[in-house]
């Protein structure tokens, strides 16, 4: 990313805004353009986004190696967007999908923050998070393992004691509850599905191991397919999951829209230093 001038003898929120302002007015030529700088932009049009996010296509492709996504034995890369004329997920999936620089936008596209949606395969898509921040169905949808550990990393502080002090800070905190970590009733459904599960797990080895006429046998052959495809194809069991929570010292409206080179890295270390704390704590706590 190119770095955002800011003068650093600022106080931190001071420069954080600084910074922030000066994204929104001249962008980020490594991740999007403002439609003011177009030769042919017209105060007059009322355009339904006020960013292009073309730069990030190009930096994906000069930082990124797709191709090794379609290596055997690669982590699978699953991507979540919303189709905006039906309000449902649509899912990228490296496993069945040639992932590309324009299935990472689809999911970049934010209205709130006027940033452009991504037209890709007939569907004009928008950031996943409007529907879902924390994409575990997809997970669970695309993972045959049962008894999965998850890790969550959450960007977005689940709590947060004070009350906001101004509309600002309200902002900032209604906007931290609606991106935040919501995977609570889907765990909740899971250990449901894991009930379920093994009582049927149970009933199929009884009557497999017990002696059926012709037509209680041919009828336990036939449903035979769709219970492995319930029992062993879908993982829907989550054994453990483990949450690595950012954390903040003073909350901040604009945030995420500092891209100075000193707030990137701040972060990157912030993030490491969370995640190290979070693995201290579960260590000899049956993670590996």
Aim: charged residues 30%; hydrophobic residues 35%; aromatic residues 10%.
């Amino acid at each position: 990313m190119a770095e955002t001038v800011t003068p650093y003898f600022l106080p931190d929120k001071t420069r954080q805004f600084s910074s922030s302002m000066y994204s929104a007015i001249w962008g980020n030529p490594n991740a999007f353009v403002p439609l003011w700088f177009r030769p042919t932009f017209n105060l007059v049009y009322n355009s339904p986004y006020l960013y292009e996010i073309t730069p990030l296509k190009e930096t994906l492709k000069e930082y990124v190696d797709f191709e090794k996504l379609k290596e055997v034995g690669r982590p699978r890369l699953i991507i979540t967007s919303t189709d905006i004329q039906n309000g449902k997920p649509s899912v990228f999936d490296s496993k069945h999908d040639d992932i590309q620089a324009e299935h990472v936008l689809a999911s970049a596209g934010y209205p709130f923050y006027g940033i452009a949606w991504t037209h890709l395969r007939g569907k004009y898509l928008w950031d996943g998070t409007l529907l879902s921040n924390t994409p575990l169905r997809e997970v669970i949808d695309a993972s045959p393992s049962c008894d999965k550990k998850v890790i969550i990393v959450n960007l977005f502080p689940h709590i947060q004691e004070d009350l906001p002090k101004n509309m600002s800070e309200a902002w900032h905190r209604a906007r931290d509850i609606m991106h935040t970590d919501k995977t609570d009733h889907t765990v909740r459904m899971s250990r449901i599905i894991s009930r379920y599960l093994d009582i049927i797990k149970k009933m199929h080895d009884i009557l497999g191991s017990t002696t059926l006429d012709e037509k209680a046998r041919k009828k336990f052959e036939e449903i035979e397919p769709e219970y492995h495809k319930l029992a062993c194809e879908r993982g829907a069991i989550i054994k453990q999951i483990i949450r690595v929570e950012r954390q903040e010292d003073s909350p901040f409206l604009f945030e995420d829209a500092d891209f100075s080179i000193d707030t990137i890295k701040q972060l990157i270390r912030d993030g490491i230093k969370d995640t190290q704390k979070v693995f201290a704590k579960i260590q000899g706590k049956d993670w590996q």
